[in-house]
């Protein structure tokens, strides 16, 4: 079975602080420049687990857009990147405090118009993964809603990510077969109406539900350096697991053990550092 993520393409300006921020001065920090982008940073950590993946996107037609489909491409992942003539290449600042925990500056930029899945890459048997941000944000939510539709029409299963606790509301996500929030964005979003729910506790581990059983595994214990991507790399183990035809133990064991790697390391990709 074949994974298609629909979701965003970032330039992450990761600056690691030294210490509290401090507002009106001076806080040194850490810097560095790294791909990211929910969507992307799925399909990196699929593609580095051995999943075969396709990355539907959108990027602008410069230089930073050239380089993030290229360095996606370099990991195995199979990337459909339209080119956008007038909005650049999305950019986000983030913030990662002394424990770890990140706080996002994001400018969408290209990533807020509509992207078109191929249909060669609408197969029966195949699974559709779409992040939240493509239907919150007002130019890439008719995109969104097509490919789910198509997706459906075609014989394939869909999850969703819904991304941001403060960007969603009640209503603004159509059904799915499979939905992945936080806790944050499950207390936004409750009632949480899916056939299955895996619900990403932080520290904590996760749940899965179908409403009739329920499983939780713990998460694995790690040193935390950076949470930015633990939750694309959650999403990746996850799915991944489950198109090898794993149960819901197994495949949230693997989401979490994917997500502790995550979380170990600076940047929301395989191998940066």
């Known amino acids: 079975?074949?994974?298609?993520?629909?979701?965003?393409?970032?330039?992450?300006?990761?600056?690691?602080?030294?210490?509290?921020?401090?507002?009106?001065s001076d806080t040194p920090a850490?810097?560095?420049?790294?791909?990211?982008?929910?969507?992307?940073?799925?399909?990196?950590?699929?593609?580095?687990?051995?999943?075969?993946?396709?990355?539907?996107?959108?990027?602008?037609?410069?230089?930073?857009?050239?380089?993030?489909?290229?360095?996606?491409?370099?990991?195995?992942?199979?990337?459909?990147?339209?080119?956008?003539?007038?909005?650049?290449?999305?950019?986000?600042?983030?913030?990662?405090?002394?424990?770890?925990?990140?706080?996002?500056?994001?400018?969408?930029?290209?990533?807020?118009?509509?992207?078109?899945?191929?249909?060669?890459?609408?197969?029966?048997?195949?699974?559709?993964?779409?992040?939240?941000?493509?239907l919150v944000r007002p130019g890439a939510r008719p995109g969104a809603l097509a490919a789910i539709e198509r997706a459906r029409a075609a014989g394939m299963t869909v999850s969703l990510d819904p991304s941001s606790w403060a960007l969603v509301r009640p209503g603004v996500f159509p059904d799915v077969d499979l939905l992945l929030p936080n806790e944050d964005e499950a207390r936004v979003l409750e009632p949480l109406e899916a056939p299955e729910v895996v619900t990403k506790l932080g520290a904590r581990g996760a749940r899965w539900t179908d409403g009739r059983a329920t499983v939780e595994v713990p998460a694995e214990r790690v040193d935390v350096v950076d949470t930015t991507g633990a939750g694309d790399a959650f999403a990746a183990g996850l799915l991944s697991a489950r198109l090898e035809g794993a149960g819901p133990r197994q495949a949230l064991e693997a989401a979490c053990r994917l997500a502790a790697r995550a979380v170990a390391q600076t940047g929301a990709r395989p191998g940066y550092d």
Do not use: K, Q
């Open 30 to 134: 850490r810097v560095s420049v790294v791909g990211g982008g929910s969507g992307a940073n799925v399909a990196a950590w699929a593609a580095w687990l051995g999943t075969p993946v396709a990355l539907v996107c959108r990027v602008g037609d410069d230089e930073r857009g050239r380089v993030a489909v290229d360095e996606l491409m370099a990991t195995g992942v199979e990337v459909h990147a339209g080119r956008d003539r007038e909005l650049a290449t999305g950019t986000c600042v983030v913030l990662v405090d002394e424990s770890g925990e990140r706080t996002m500056l994001p400018d969408p930029g290209a990533n807020d118009t509509p992207s078109l899945v191929p249909d060669a890459l609408l197969r029966p048997g195949g699974h559709l993964h779409v992040i939240g941000y493509a």
């Open 1 to 24: 079975m074949s994974l298609v993520v629909l979701g965003d393409v970032m330039v992450d300006v990761v600056a690691r602080l030294s210490g509290p921020l401090a507002r009106g």
